[in-house]
């Protein structure tokens, strides 16, 4: 018998069952890892496979396999998901496998019935599925049945951990398990699963933190790629699709962009998901596929899934996803980038280039399921540069960074890293707070014990805890007893009454849109009535606000427009940028650029080739205007600012500019391009400097939801620590030519 038949045969017959109804003739590798891992060790587990491998049942099978003949009178398994529609999806699918086994599923998250809770609280058994906000409210409001509800908890599952290492939410989960272990006294098996991890062992630490348990981790077979890959670009003025070609200056602007015609033939008769990289393009796209439909007489196939929408109009496009009898294309956001079985899609479109090659790699593999390899279009699309545009506007930018992400993937398996936050004190306000709100008054010795021991805030010193401490204090957000204990102040009472406490990310203050009873979504500030704006791919018209009740109510009607949500996006790897330059300087032919793609890389490298900003990371724009080229990711692209703001009274430089993390601009009038250099060099070039003699003590970079609690010192220590690289921007300036 084989190591894989006796891994079989130990599951029960309900696991037996729904293998052989699937039809799968064997057991992948990952789940043969996994089940060694659960039915012979004590340890945790990360696993780390491609996109529709199988790692939730890999999880699964022997996690049940285990709890299946014992009747423990708590939660057994604590599934926690970052997203709503991922545990809805999973409860689904964990419901299927367990309907002959008795085993109980609860999904747990503000869109679920209070009475489905209610029997979970009542009789605690079996799964619980979660989402960190709804286990934040549990922890601080039932911190009395925390016990009860987990005394025999022994698995915990954190579901698709790459969006969760490194921050503020993350951590927050790491917090949450280690009071519950200290709750209940011991320390539950952590369970990770993520698709794409470019660090394992750094992974592995951070899903372990706290439980001295060792993490056993599924290595990634390097399989052969097999991808069919796209990218077509196109201008904006340009209605021609084929744009090779001069254009007719006489011509006039087509009604329909050429751009987006090119998108709508890619998922004709497809069922497809079409990326953005903002709920703005996401909303634009959908809206403008759906006008090319109207106007061609096609059937409207487009649904639109994104965090503001409502949980009816998600779900109904998760739901049309995935019947195979539907004909549908979905325009999403990173809401559709993680697990959900939404089945077998035959292309994903991407609209200009994902932030990361975790992006990519993730959207990628929603395609190609069943054995048919991932199919990916991206399209880029640009107002075409005018003969006088400045030299930094004649580059592709995104393009450039697209075939960066996906050569990187090609040559090197490049994948980010996780990142470690060492002083998170939003988060460290937060936990403070929700630590008071669930235990009552507490000294200062034993709350700072108590928060200070949880893994996330290992860096944080415990005078800068004490300053933190104090700051509350004086606003009135703790308040101090003739006993001298802390309990929490009125100012932090508001905070705590309102259910966004629980989040530990930023959100605002949004107003519900309604068109006669059906909730469509949220927006951030409605408009004033009779004016319109767009929402799930469609066009409102504003017809009452209610403020007080927060509600916007409108109808339907016929047009395109743009919205737009606050927010910002994530960082860019140096990798990335590193690639991008090479791209722009090497004569590769990437057999994956359409016609019109090739040629608008092969004009930007003459531009490159012609200015020589692919060997000087100086460029002189005329005047007293330069261009600076540093070839740095998002950090230490932020630094090297900080670095040349040091020296700009020295050197007479002002109005410095900049876009994203490819260059920047700014007027020197002291100097040129080679005493730049010299005087960077001999400022920095020898030491490098400590990241916060950088920070301005006059700045409070303000980023996470709670840092407007915490004081400036803290905010300019915590800024320099997880948002600054000096070390790398030194690096880099001593390569500069």
Same mark, same amino acid.
């Given at each position: 018998?084989?190591?894989?038949?006796?891994?079989?045969?130990?599951?029960?017959?309900?696991?037996?069952?729904?293998?052989?109804?699937?039809?799968?003739?064997?057991?992948?590798?990952?789940?043969?890892?996994?089940?060694?891992?659960?039915?012979?060790?004590?340890?945790?587990?990360?696993?780390?496979?491609?996109?529709?491998?199988?790692?939730?049942?890999?999880?699964?099978?022997?996690?049940?396999?285990?709890?299946?003949?014992?009747?423990?009178?708590?939660?057994?398994?604590?599934?926690?998901?970052?997203?709503?529609?991922?545990?809805?999806?999973?409860?689904?699918?964990?419901?299927?496998?367990?309907?002959?086994?008795?085993?109980?599923?609860?999904?747990?998250?503000?869109?679920?019935?209070?009475?489905?809770?209610?029997?979970?609280?009542?009789?605690?058994?079996?799964?619980?599925?979660?989402?960190?906000?709804?286990?934040?409210?549990?922890?601080?409001?039932?911190?009395?049945?925390?016990?009860?509800?987990?005394?025999?908890?022994?698995?915990?599952?954190?579901?698709?951990?790459?969006?969760?290492?490194?921050?503020?939410?993350?951590?927050?989960?790491?917090?949450?398990?280690?009071?519950?272990?200290?709750?209940?006294?011991?320390?539950?098996?952590?369970?990770?699963?993520?698709?794409?991890?470019?660090?394992?062992?750094?992974?592995?630490?951070?899903?372990?933190?706290?439980?001295?348990?060792?993490?056993?981790?599924?290595?990634?077979?390097?399989?052969?790629?097999?991808?069919?890959?796209?990218?077509?670009?196109?201008?904006?003025?340009?209605?021609?699709?084929?744009?090779?070609?001069?254009?007719?200056?006489?011509?006039?602007?087509?009604?329909?962009?050429?751009?987006?015609?090119?998108?709508?033939?890619?998922?004709?008769?497809?069922?497809?998901?079409?990326?953005?990289?903002?709920?703005?393009?996401?909303?634009?796209?959908?809206?403008?596929?759906?006008?090319?439909?109207?106007?061609?007489?096609?059937?409207?196939?487009?649904?639109?899934?994104?965090?503001?929408?409502?949980?009816?109009?998600?779900?109904?496009?998760?739901?049309?996803?995935?019947?195979?009898?539907?004909?549908?294309?979905?325009?999403?956001?990173?809401?559709?980038?993680?697990?959900?079985?939404?089945?077998?899609?035959?292309?994903?479109?991407?609209?200009?280039?994902?932030?990361?090659?975790?992006?990519?790699?993730?959207?990628?593999?929603?395609?190609?399921?069943?054995?048919?390899?991932?199919?990916?279009?991206?399209?880029?699309?640009?107002?075409?540069?005018?003969?006088?545009?400045?030299?930094?506007?004649?580059?592709?930018?995104?393009?450039?960074?697209?075939?960066?992400?996906?050569?990187?993937?090609?040559?090197?398996?490049?994948?980010?890293?996780?990142?470690?936050?060492?002083?998170?004190?939003?988060?460290?306000?937060?936990?403070?707070?929700?630590?008071?709100?669930?235990?009552?008054?507490?000294?200062? +010795?034993?709350?700072?014990?108590?928060?200070?021991?949880?893994?996330?805030?290992?860096?944080?010193?415990?005078?800068?805890?004490?300053?933190?401490?104090?700051?509350?204090?004086?606003?009135?957000?703790?308040?101090?007893?003739?006993?001298?204990?802390?309990?929490?102040?009125?100012?932090?009472?508001?905070?705590?009454?309102?259910?966004?406490?629980?989040?530990?990310?930023?959100?605002?203050?949004?107003?519900?849109?309604?068109?006669?009873?059906?909730?469509?979504?949220?927006?951030?500030?409605?408009?004033?009535?009779?004016?319109?704006?767009?929402?799930?791919?469609?066009?409102?018209?504003?017809?009452?606000?209610?403020?007080?009740?927060?509600?916007?109510?409108?109808?339907?009607?016929?047009?395109?427009?743009?919205?737009?949500?606050?927010?910002?996006?994530?960082?860019?790897?140096?990798?990335?940028?590193?690639?991008?330059?090479?791209?722009?300087?090497?004569?590769?032919?990437?057999?994956?650029?359409?016609?019109?793609?090739?040629?608008?890389?092969?004009?930007?490298?003459?531009?490159?080739?012609?200015?020589?900003?692919?060997?000087?990371?100086?460029?002189?724009?005329?005047?007293?205007?330069?261009?600076?080229?540093?070839?740095?990711?998002?950090?230490?692209?932020?630094?090297?600012?900080?670095?040349?703001?040091?020296?700009?009274?020295?050197?007479?430089?002002?109005?410095?500019?900049?876009?994203?993390?490819?260059?920047?601009?700014?007027?020197?009038?002291?100097?040129?391009?080679?005493?730049?250099?010299?005087?960077?060099? +001999?400022?920095?070039?020898?030491?490098?400097?400590?990241?916060?003699?950088?920070?301005?003590?006059?700045?409070?970079?303000?980023?996470?939801?709670?840092?407007?609690?915490?004081?400036?010192?803290?905010?300019?220590?915590?800024?320099?620590?997880?948002?600054?690289?000096?070390?790398?921007?030194?690096?880099?300036?001593?390569?500069?030519?």
């Amino acid at each position: 018998m084989t190591e894989a038949d006796r891994i079989f045969m130990k599951f029960p017959d309900f696991i037996r069952e729904y293998i052989y109804s699937h039809s799968w003739d064997s057991l992948r590798d990952v789940q043969l890892f996994a089940a060694d891992c659960i039915f012979n060790t004590d340890n945790n587990l990360l696993l780390t496979s491609s996109t529709a491998s199988g790692k939730t049942e890999a999880a699964f099978f022997p996690i049940l396999t285990d709890i299946y003949n014992e009747t423990p009178e708590s939660v057994a398994v604590l599934y926690i998901a970052p997203l709503k529609s991922l545990i809805n999806d999973q409860f689904f699918r964990i419901e299927e496998l367990l309907d002959e086994s008795g085993i109980k599923v609860t999904h747990w998250h503000g869109d679920v019935a209070a009475s489905q809770k209610k029997k979970l609280l009542e009789r605690p058994e079996g799964i619980l599925q979660i989402t960190p906000e709804s286990l934040e409210a549990m922890l601080i409001n039932r911190s009395n049945d925390i016990p009860r509800l987990f005394s025999q908890l022994k698995y915990v599952v954190i579901d698709e951990i790459h969006t969760l290492m490194g921050s503020d939410r993350g951590n927050q989960i790491i917090c949450q398990l280690a009071r519950i272990e200290r709750s209940i006294g011991r320390s539950p098996r952590r369970v990770g699963l993520s698709a794409t991890i470019g660090n394992p062992s750094l992974a592995a630490q951070w899903l372990s933190a706290g439980t001295h348990r060792k993490t056993d981790i599924s290595s990634q077979p390097s399989e052969k790629i097999r991808w069919r890959l796209g990218m077509e670009h196109f201008y904006i003025q340009n209605s021609e699709l084929d744009q090779t070609k001069n254009k007719d200056a006489d011509k006039e602007k087509a009604e329909l962009d050429a751009g987006y015609e090119y998108i709508y033939e890619c998922v004709g008769n497809t069922k497809s998901l079409v990326f953005s990289n903002s709920r703005e393009e996401t909303e634009y796209v959908c809206a403008t596929l759906r006008q090319i439909a109207r106007k061609r007489g096609d059937k409207d196939v487009f649904l639109i899934h994104h965090g503001n929408l409502s949980a009816a109009l998600r779900e109904e496009a998760e739901m049309k996803m995935r019947d195979e009898d539907i004909m549908a294309v979905t325009c999403a956001t990173v809401t559709m980038e993680l697990g959900i079985d939404i089945g077998r899609l035959e292309r994903i479109v991407q609209v200009d280039a994902p932030n990361s090659v975790s992006a990519f790699l993730q959207r990628l593999g929603r395609s190609g399921r069943r054995g048919q390899p991932p199919e990916m279009m991206m399209v880029f699309r640009e107002e075409e540069p005018l003969p006088n545009a400045p030299l930094p506007q004649l580059i592709p930018w995104g393009l450039v960074r697209a075939i960066a992400i996906v050569q990187l993937y090609i040559e090197e398996r490049f994948i980010e890293p996780p990142s470690w936050k060492k002083q998170p004190y939003s988060l460290l306000f937060h936990q403070t707070l929700s630590t008071l709100a669930a235990m009552g008054e507490l000294s200062a +010795a034993k709350l700072a014990e108590m928060v200070l021991s949880l893994p996330p805030f290992r860096d944080v010193s415990k005078e800068s805890y004490k300053q933190l401490l104090v700051s509350m204090l004086n606003h009135e957000l703790l308040e101090m007893t003739e006993e001298k204990g802390l309990i929490v102040g009125l100012a932090a009472e508001r905070l705590l009454n309102s259910y966004k406490f629980y989040a530990v990310f930023n959100d605002s203050e949004d107003f519900t849109v309604r068109c006669e009873s059906e909730e469509i979504g949220t927006i951030t500030t409605p408009p004033p009535v009779g004016d319109r704006f767009a929402l799930a791919g469609k066009v409102w018209e504003v017809l009452e606000t209610d403020v007080g009740r927060r509600l916007v109510y409108v109808k339907g009607v016929e047009g395109k427009m743009e919205i737009s949500w606050p927010g910002e996006f994530g960082e860019v790897h140096t990798k990335i940028l590193e690639r991008m330059r090479r791209v722009l300087t090497e004569e590769t032919v990437y057999p994956y650029l359409k016609e019109n793609a090739v040629e608008r890389l092969r004009v930007a490298r003459e531009v490159v080739k012609r200015t020589g900003m692919g060997e000087k990371n100086l460029v002189h724009l005329g005047g007293y205007t330069y261009c600076l080229f540093p070839w740095l990711g998002t950090r230490s692209f932020r630094t090297m600012r900080k670095m040349i703001s040091a020296i700009a009274p020295t050197l007479g430089i002002s109005g410095m500019d900049f876009e994203g993390c490819y260059y920047m601009t700014f007027r020197m009038e002291k100097s040129d391009e080679n005493g730049f250099i010299r005087a960077m060099k +001999a400022y920095f070039g020898n030491n490098v400097p400590n990241p916060l003699s950088l920070v301005s003590p006059k700045e409070l970079p303000s980023f996470e939801k709670y840092d407007e609690y915490v004081p400036g010192e803290l905010l300019r220590l915590a800024y320099a620590a997880d948002r600054l690289n000096a070390e790398e921007a030194c690096e880099r300036l001593r390569q500069f030519k």
